[in-house]
């Protein structure tokens, strides 16, 4: 039975210092122990589109950045670019909107360092061999790290049903190509848009776009969705159908969580904390579902999301799947099953209190 400790907010004093209690978490599962020195530590997080404002607070990673520090380790912040566009799309305008949103070292003692380098192109393919992917593109910067604290805010997700620590490792160390695989295998040229630059033409490396009339089309027979052209579309007129394989979509997520993770060491901290609807990456931040719950700590993947989303649903009305009652349509509860039968972790737990 894996081990999960929790902050409670609900049983500790109203005056609890999160600050001291992340730093009582980090010790609990005695990750500085498994740190040497010199090694380099990233601490994967999100740092939140712009217009969003229930990221994780900066603050927070300021005690796991010291406590990486003491134990010898050289920690650094860091998150992938996106699919979309906007600031995030590409390292440099991604490295600003950090900074902009308060993740500057003086605030959390590191800098930010985008993991897949100043494009987005940065990555490693990582052999799994299994049911979706015989190999995943993970981003070189999370690969390269020797150790991980995986920094998760707990919410809800549009198409993954609720978007944890599963989710962070799964499209948050992929690279846009990486990100790409796991949405779906079909992607669409909005005619609209496509200006004709042959960009996405001259980058297909299977030779699935034809140009007809000045705009790309798709062959949706040779196309095997690795997304680059999507990647290197600067119009935005390429595009994926979001709707397509939910359930199969939130395997893909569990594959290449385990490809992120393989052979690491890995801290999850999950924030369980302004419940919104929806995730980081959409640029507002609705009513949360439920009030605060706590912060979650544990060497399992699997099991703090598990716990996670039981503290969540307890909390709504311990009958019904919260998200579900926004996402009616999403299967959350693959990522943890699928996650547990590919060996990403166990949903079996056991909530420890501190
Ligand atoms: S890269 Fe974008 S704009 Fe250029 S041809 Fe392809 S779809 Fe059209
Ligand atoms: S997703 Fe990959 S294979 Fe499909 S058209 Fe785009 S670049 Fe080509």
């Known amino acids: 039975m894996k081990k999960v400790y929790m902050v409670d907010l609900k049983s500790n004093s109203k005056h609890t210092n999160k600050l001291n209690k992340l730093k009582n978490l980090f010790n609990k599962v005695n990750y500085g122990d498994l740190i040497n020195e010199g090694d380099l530590t990233a601490i994967k997080i999100h740092f939140g589109e712009v217009g969003k404002d229930t990221f994780i607070r900066p603050i927070f990673t300021k005690p796991i950045v010291d406590l990486i520090k003491q134990a010898g ?3 650094f912040l860091t998150d992938t670019s996106v699919l979309y566009s906007g600031p995030r799309k590409i390292g440099p305008t991604h490295i600003e909107v950090a900074h902009s949103h308060g993740f ?4 959390t003692g590191a800098p930010v360092i985008i993991a897949d380098g100043i494009n987005g192109k940065d990555y490693c393919d990582i052999t799994i061999n299994k049911k979706h992917f015989e ?11 020797d150790k991980m604290v995986v920094l998760t805010h707990f919410k809800g997700h549009e198409m993954a049903g609720f978007g944890g620590s599963i989710k962070n ?6 690279p846009p190509i990486g990100k790409a695989e796991q949405h779906s295998t079909k992607q669409t040229v909005n005619p609209k848009k496509c200006i004709g ?3 996405c033409f001259n980058n297909c490396a299977h030779d699935a776009i034809e140009m007809i009339d000045g705009k790309a089309l798709i062959n949706q027979d040779i196309c095997v969705g690795c997304g680059e052209c999507m990647t290197v579309c600067k119009y935005d007129a390429i595009f994926l159908d979001w709707e397509t394989e939910l359930s199969g979509f939130n395997e893909r997520l569990s594959e290449y969580a385990y490809a992120s993770v393989k052979d690491k060491e890995v801290l999850y901290i999950n924030f369980v904390l302004d419940i919104t609807p929806n995730c980081d990456c959409v640029s507002w931040s609705s009513e949360t579902l439920v009030p605060d719950i706590g912060i979650l700590a544990s060497t399992d993947p699997v099991a703090i999301d598990k716990a996670s989303l039981d503290l969540a649903n307890a909390a709504y009305n311990g009958l019904n799947d919260v998200f579900k009652s926004v ?12 996650g547990e039968e590919i060996g990403l972790g166990s949903a079996d737990y056991e909530l420890i209190k501190i």
């Open 104 to 107: 500057v070292p003086i605030v």
């Open 73 to 75: 380790g050289i920690p």
């Open 135 to 145: 190999k995943c593109h993970i981003a070189s910067g999370i690969v390269n790290a």
């Open 327 to 338: 996402h009616p349509n999403t299967f959350g509860e693959v990522q943890i099953n699928y």
């Open 197 to 199: 630059c042959m960009e």
């Open 169 to 174: 490792l799964a499209m948050g160390c992929a």
